[in-house]
């Protein structure tokens, strides 16, 4: 079975980082473009990040130069580095492959408040 599995989601006071994680069984994830995208209450889910299958990076401009995605082929599972969390950044987080997307999974939820 084809499975995502989001991780690493917590509460967090605005300035500090997170890092999420997105493992991924019964396929190899080096082998798909992966995104990252993420969902605030009441609004549509949003792609945060993109890693392509050469290992290319994309952002969307929102989050250029704070958060970082990236991949780890030994742990099959595809990393987002967040860095200088703002109240903003509260949402839920989900992985999904970019091209050929799956079933949603559950995602993490990211809380940052003072």
């Known amino acids: 079975q084809v499975q995502l599995v989001e991780s690493g989601g917590d509460s967090v006071q605005p300035g500090g980082s997170l890092r999420l994680g997105c493992e991924a069984s019964g396929i190899v994830i080096s082998s798909y473009a992966v995104a990252w995208y993420r969902q605030s209450p009441g609004k549509e889910r949003d792609v945060v990040a993109i890693?392509?299958?050469?290992?290319?990076?994309h952002y969307s401009n929102s989050f250029k130069g704070r958060f970082f995605i990236s991949r780890d082929g030994a742990k099959n599972t595809v990393w987002l580095q967040m860095n200088n969390l703002k109240p903003e950044d509260t949402a839920v987080y989900y992985c999904n492959l970019y091209t050929y997307p799956l079933e949603w999974g559950q995602g993490t939820q990211v809380t940052v408040s003072s």
């Open positions: 890693i392509t299958i050469g290992g290319s990076t």
